[in-house]
T-cell receptor, first 114, second 110 residues
Framework: DTEVTQTPKHLVMGMTNKKSLKCEQH?????MYWYKQKAKKPPELMFV???????INESVPSRFSPECPNSSLLNLHLHALQPEDSALYLC?????????????FGPGTRLTVL | LAKTTQPISMDSYEGQEVNITCSHN???????ITWYQQFPSQGPRFIIQ???TKVTNEVASLFIPADRKSSTLSLPRVSLSDTAVYYC???????????FGTGTRLLVSP
């Protein structure tokens, strides 16, 4: 299984809502990532989990809260988002290696904040 | 992290070979060069990775000169389905903070 799955595919939420994005992989990878991608822009790294511990937080606002319950799951909890947070949210995973690790990306969650 | 520079866009026709060059002047000794492909509304997909000289797989070749300050992704005989954005990234070992550059939008026409 070389797939990263993400749910939901689409999400529409109001600025006062609380929602969560979910990501799952069963490749035994020990690193998992969240990226945000706006239209016609490259993906921007948000968070990196390494062995279930948060290792990189790219100064992301606290209205985004990541969680890694186990080595296969990664969540992104959303609260009090702004319309400018509307974007494609991508999850990725990789295994540690002696060279730059290939990252496997999921299909993304298309988020719209009203 | 090494900064990369790529052409913003390229046009080609089906059946032609396409070469996309990436400049990475401040590449570090431990850095590898990796290329990803992204279709609209999908996550990026790994294409190829190399350290020096030439690497070839079933979909592409990667040419890296001795000074490693640039690299060229070569796509042989492109088809319409190769229309996508191509990103060049450089970075070291292990869990990597991938910094995507602006990428190159390749449009393949019939």
């Amino acid at each position: 299984d070389t797939e990263v799955t993400q749910t939901p595919k689409h999400l529409v939420m109001g600025m006062t809502n609380k929602k969560s994005l979910k990501c799952e992989q069963h490749m035994g990878h020990r690193a998992m990532y969240w990226y945000k991608q706006k239209a016609k822009k490259p993906p921007e790294l948000m968070f990196v989990y390494s062995y279930e511990k948060l290792s990189i937080n790219e100064s992301v606002p606290s209205r985004f809260s990541p969680e890694c319950p186990n080595s296969s799951l990664l969540n992104l909890h959303l609260h009090a988002l702004q319309p400018e947070d509307s974007a494609l949210y991508l999850c990725a995973s990789s295994q540690e290696g002696t060279k730059q690790s290939e990252q496997f990306f999921g299909p993304g969650t298309r988020l719209t904040v009203l | 992290l090494a900064k990369t520079t790529q052409p913003i866009s390229m046009d080609s026709y089906e059946g032609q070979e396409v070469n996309i060059t990436c400049s990475h002047n401040n590449i570090a000794t431990n850095d590898y060069i990796t290329w990803y492909q992204q279709f609209p509304s999908q996550g990026p997909r790994f294409i190829i990775q190399g350290y020096k000289t030439k690497v070839t797989n079933e979909v592409a070749s990667l040419f890296i000169p001795a000074d490693r300050k640039s690299s060229t992704l070569s796509l042989p005989r492109v088809s319409l389905s190769d229309t996508a954005v191509y990103y060049c990234l450089v970075g070291g070992a292990g869990f990597q903070k991938l910094v995507f550059g602006t990428g190159t939008r390749l449009l393949v026409s019939p």
